[in-house]
Nanobody, 123 residues
Framework: QVQLVESGGGVVQAGGSLRLSCAAS????????MGWFRQTPGKERDFVAT???????DYADSVKGRFTISRDNAKNTVFLQMNSLKPEDTAVYYC?????????????????WGQGTQVTVSS
């Protein structure tokens, strides 16, 4: 079983930055593919970013050039650096882990989920 705990959410003005963290339990974190998703009320959970075992990444078109996903295997942590934030980035952000280590952009490919952290961008 893998437990994921997100932190770093909050309220920020448009154009500002936030860095989300996701701490994972377990001794095989380096073997997990990791991802970030986001969800607003009444809508589906959408893909944001993913990172594989060797640091390869992929992003949703809406965040390319603004968000950066990274991982620190020594600390069992994955990060999401969010710059140039827009009001439409407002959502609950979820961290996810998959037992297979490659990139993944759909919900069904992930095995474990965090509880989410709220990000609110004011205009």
């Amino acid at each position: 079983q893998v437990q994921l705990v997100e932190s770093g959410g909050g309220v920020v003005q448009a154009g500002g930055s936030l860095r989300l963290s996701c701490a994972a339990s377990g001794r095989t974190f380096s073997a997990y593919g990791m991802g970030w998703f986001r969800q607003t009320p009444g809508k589906e959970r959408d893909f944001v970013a993913t990172i594989n075992l060797i640091g390869g990444t992929d992003y949703a078109d809406s965040v390319k050039g603004r968000f950066t996903i990274s991982r620190d295997n020594a600390k069992n942590t994955v990060f999401l650096q969010m710059n140039s934030l827009k009001p439409e980035d407002t959502a609950v952000y979820y961290c996810a882990a998959r037992l297979r280590g490659g990139l993944a952009t759909t919900i069904i490919e992930y095995n474990y989920w965090g509880q989410g952290t709220q990000v609110t961008v004011s205009s």
